[in-house]
């Protein structure tokens, strides 16, 4: 039974396209978020939802749009997809408040070609 | 501007001896630490946390160490087991925030 769920694994798609990646957690967490890691393996935070509101909006293009239609769920709309936009992208969830983990899910590789 | 830095990214360790992973942070706001375990194709799996009014917490067989004034965090797994290869992430989060700020990880290979 995943905790986090992402769907789909894995996203081929042209430049240009628009693409979303849907994310669901099961443990009850009132907030959730998206992270990116890149080719350099860096993984940073992009979104924090809480309770269906924007908490934290890293400097990441307005391309991107995240949607949270309950707190439960938070999906990542990409518009105009870019060669640059190719990395793995992280859901996660967490309980409200500091000093509390986040739970990831198993990750999202996108490739656009 | 890399704020959370694992300067080793990789490390080799025989089975049943420690593995030391290091992590060293520039921000004096973080008060919250994080190690996470990444094994290829899956999410971040939480490890160990510690918080800032702490300099050690111990969990089984992992334990991790604060040094504020260094600003230095340290993972020990004893005794390590081939289980434990994998990517370990260390991770801090600012005071009165959730946000988790990662460094780039190091691998674990832990042989026979």
């Known amino acids: 039974d995943t905790a986090v769920s992402q769907t789909p694994k894995y996203l081929v798609t042209q430049m240009g396209n628009d693409k979303s990646i849907k994310c669901e957690q099961n443990?009850?967490?009132?907030?959730m978020y998206w992270y990116k890691q890149d080719s350099k393996k860096f993984l940073k935070i992009m979104f924090s939802?809480?309770?269906?509101?924007?908490?934290i909006n890293e400097t990441v293009p307005n391309r991107f749009s995240p949607k949270s239609p309950d707190k439960a769920h938070l999906n990542l709309h990409i518009n105009s997809l870019e060669l640059g936009d190719s990395a793995v992208y992280f859901c996660?969830?967490?309980?409200?408040?500091?000093?509390?983990?986040?739970?990831f899910g198993q990750g999202t590789r996108l490739t656009v070609v | 501007d890399q704020q959370v830095k694992q300067n080793s990214p990789s490390l080799s360790v025989q089975e049943g001896r420690i593995s030391i992973l290091n992590c060293d942070y520039t921000?004096?706001?973080?008060?919250?630490f994080l190690w996470y375990k990444k094994y290829p194709a899956e999410g971040p799996t939480f490890l160990i946390s510690?918080?800032?009014?702490?300099d050690k917490n111990e969990d089984g067989r992992f334990t991790v160490f604060l040094n504020k004034s260094a600003k230095h965090l340290s993972l020990h797994i004893v005794p390590s087991q081939p289980g434990d290869s994998a990517v370990y992430f260390c991770?801090?989060?600012?005071?009165?925030?959730?946000?988790?700020?990662f460094g780039t990880g190091t691998r674990l290979q832990v042989f026979p």
């Open positions: 939802y809480n309770n269906k509101e924007l908490i």
């Open positions: 991770a801090a989060s600012p005071y009165n925030t959730d946000k988790l700020i």
């Open positions: 443990l009850g967490h009132d907030t």
């Open positions: 510690i918080s800032s009014i702490k």
């Open positions: 921000n004096s706001m973080f008060d919250y």
């Open positions: 996660a969830s967490s309980h409200l408040g500091q000093n509390t983990e986040a739970f």
